[in-house]
């Protein structure tokens, strides 16, 4: 959520900036209730004021009165008026209750404020490319797209017949490939610094409201309504809650972490787009980056996690781009995003591969996770998240890229000390 004090501050630059996402109409609504929260805020504390003065007033009258009926007669008129306060004040702070809600309901459907460096548009072609790394791989053969590749080893007819359309199953090789990934990725991480965690995937409602996936996302996301739960779309939602109201301190700062979870995504209005295979589907597996950090080295550590993700692609043989999200296409929570898009030869195009968001203090403050600085006051830190690898799009890039004429596939050497072979011969 936005800092509430900027809307008092500095109204004309948070328009400009939500102006570049297309979102600037909902801040006059929330300056609005801002003004009258606030209004109802000064007359409450005026009339508890009140209240208190003519409370501590009533034992003095009554101290000196000593039978004075004049003195008396002012006690009773003191007392009825503290009656007539507490039954305003009641209403009041009742209604004060209400706009209250009221703002903070408004305040969550405010967005990020975009970084200067996002472009501006709204669609997936608006983002600009940052760079290009290496050349599409070039073959002198029919090439053929992953399910091909993969024969048996991703079975999306059973996977339909147990679970619904876009669900499948990865067995065999295949399988075996996506535990080498995560275990190449994992290891990489570690080697960094990142603790690996196996988190929740069923989360209560505040940590989807925390990392701003809610509201607002209700279409894409699982409930399990009988226990007030949700399925996660990416770890990041349970990585983020993980220092949910706490208080961390400055010499602790960053705190990393890589997320191992399945991922849960009803992919709703999305219906006939990359529905063959694996790319998009309901559920798949990831290993995720996620960094609480300190709120003057963000965006030093968003360039950094964008580094490891082009060391994995780049490990894994990919050729790729980078492009730099459109402001008005980013995550409500995101300020900045970078994309990495592989080069799939059974497409023949680019292909969203990862992705890496600086969220700046957006998601601290919903969640209520604040940094103790040596010196200073109390304030939000900073988080910012990134994919490492997924059982789908990754493994989708090593079969496609590395695919052979014979219908094999090439194993990147990365992968090979994990229990896998040169060549894995599929179909």
Same mark, same amino acid.
């Given at each position: 959520?936005?800092?509430?004090?900027?809307?008092?501050?500095?109204?004309?630059?948070?328009?400009? $900036?939500?102006?570049?996402?297309?979102?600037?109409?909902?801040?006059?609504?929330?300056?609005?209730?801002?003004?009258?929260?606030?209004?109802?805020?000064?007359?409450?504390?005026?009339?508890?004021?009140?209240?208190?003065?003519?409370?501590?007033? &009533?034992?003095?009258?009554?101290?000196?009165?000593?039978?004075?009926?004049?003195?008396?007669?002012?006690?009773?008129? $003191?007392?009825?008026?503290?009656?007539?306060?507490?039954?305003?004040?009641?209403?009041? +702070?009742?209604?004060?209750?209400?706009?209250?809600? +009221? %703002?903070?309901?408004?305040?969550?459907? &405010?967005?990020?404020?975009?970084?200067?460096?996002?472009?501006?548009?709204?669609?997936?072609?608006?983002?600009?490319?940052?760079?290009?790394?290496?050349?599409?791989?070039? %073959?002198?053969?029919?090439?053929?797209?992953?399910?091909?590749?993969?024969?048996?080893?991703?079975?999306?007819?059973?996977?339909?017949?147990?679970?619904?359309?876009?669900?499948?199953?990865?067995?065999?090789?295949?399988?075996?490939?996506?535990?080498?990934?995560? =275990?190449?990725?994992?290891?990489?991480?570690?080697?960094?610094?990142?603790?690996?965690?196996?988190?929740?995937?069923?989360?209560?409602?505040?940590?989807?409201?925390?990392?701003?996936?809610?509201?607002?996302?209700?279409?894409? &996301?699982?409930?399990?309504?009988?226990?007030?739960?949700?399925?996660?779309?990416?770890? +990041?939602?349970?990585?983020?809650?993980?220092?949910?109201?706490?208080?961390?301190?400055?010499?602790?700062?960053?705190? =990393?972490?890589?997320? !191992?979870?399945?991922? %849960?995504?009803?992919?709703?209005?999305?219906?006939?787009?990359?529905?063959?295979?694996? %790319? *998009?589907?309901?559920?798949?597996?990831?290993?995720?980056?996620?960094?609480?950090?300190?709120?003057?080295?963000?965006?030093?550590?968003?360039?950094?996690?964008?580094?490891?993700?082009?060391? !994995?692609?780049?490990?894994?043989?990919?050729?790729?781009?980078?492009?730099?999200?459109?402001?008005?296409?980013?995550?409500?929570?995101?300020?900045?995003?970078?994309?990495?898009?592989?080069?799939?030869?059974?497409?023949?195009?680019?292909?969203?591969?990862?992705?890496?968001?600086?969220?700046?203090?957006?998601?601290?403050?919903?969640?209520?996770?604040?940094? *103790?600085?040596?010196?200073?006051?109390?304030?939000?830190?900073? #988080?910012?998240?990134?994919?490492?690898? #997924?059982?789908?799009?990754?493994?989708?890039? !090593?079969?496609?890229?590395?695919?052979? $004429?014979?219908?094999?596939?090439?194993?990147?050497?990365?992968?090979?000390?994990?229990?896998?072979?040169?060549?894995?011969g599929l179909s």
């Amino acid at each position: 959520m936005l800092d509430p004090k900027l809307l008092r501050t500095d109204p004309e630059t948070l328009r400009a $900036a939500l102006r570049r996402r297309g979102d600037d109409g909902l801040l006059d609504h929330a300056i609005m209730l801002d003004s009258r929260r606030r209004a109802l805020q000064s007359r409450v504390d005026d009339l508890r004021a009140r209240r208190n003065a003519v409370s501590e007033s &009533i034992g003095a009258i009554l101290k000196e009165a000593k039978g004075d009926d004049a003195a008396v007669a002012r006690a009773e008129a $003191a007392k009825a008026e503290t009656r007539e306060l507490k039954a305003t004040l009641d209403g009041l +702070e009742a209604e004060l209750t209400a706009s209250a809600g +009221e %703002f903070d309901a408004a305040m969550l459907q &405010i967005p990020n404020l975009p970084h200067p460096s996002s472009p501006l548009g709204s669609r997936e072609e608006d983002a600009e490319v940052v760079k290009v790394v290496g050349e599409p791989p070039a %073959f002198d053969f029919e090439t053929r797209d992953h399910l091909e590749l993969a024969g048996a080893g991703i079975d999306m007819e059973r996977g339909a017949r147990t679970s619904g359309s876009r669900f499948g199953y990865l067995t065999g090789d295949i399988a075996l490939l996506w535990m080498a990934v995560s =275990r190449y990725a994992i290891d990489l991480l570690r080697a960094k610094g990142f603790t690996p965690v196996n988190p929740p995937v069923l989360v209560r409602r505040e940590a989807l409201v925390g990392t701003g996936f809610l509201p607002g996302d209700e279409d894409a &996301i699982y409930a399990v309504p009988g226990d007030g739960l949700y399925l996660v779309g990416t770890s +990041e939602v349970s990585l983020a809650a993980l220092h949910l109201g706490e208080i961390l301190a400055e010499e602790d700062l960053p705190l =990393r972490y890589c997320g !191992i979870s399945a991922c %849960f995504r009803r992919e709703a209005g999305a219906a006939g787009r990359d529905t063959r295979g694996i %790319f *998009r589907t309901h559920q798949f597996e990831k290993v995720e980056m996620f960094s609480f950090c300190h709120p003057e080295r963000s965006w030093e550590e968003h360039d950094w996690l964008l580094s490891i993700e082009e060391e !994995i692609a780049q490990g894994l043989g990919f050729h790729y781009r980078v492009v730099n999200i459109a402001a008005g296409d980013l995550g409500s929570s995101a300020a900045k995003k970078y994309d990495i898009e592989v080069w799939l030869p059974g497409q023949g195009r680019y292909r969203e591969l990862t992705s890496c968001s600086n969220t700046t203090d957006y998601q601290a403050r919903r969640l209520d996770c604040r940094m *103790r600085p040596v010196e200073g006051s109390l304030r939000p830190v900073h #988080t910012l998240n990134g994919t490492a690898v #997924t059982s789908s799009r990754t493994v989708i890039g !090593i079969l496609e890229t590395h695919q052979q $004429a014979d219908g094999t596939v090439a194993v990147p050497e990365a992968l090979q000390p994990y229990g896998l072979p040169a060549v894995l011969g599929l179909s």
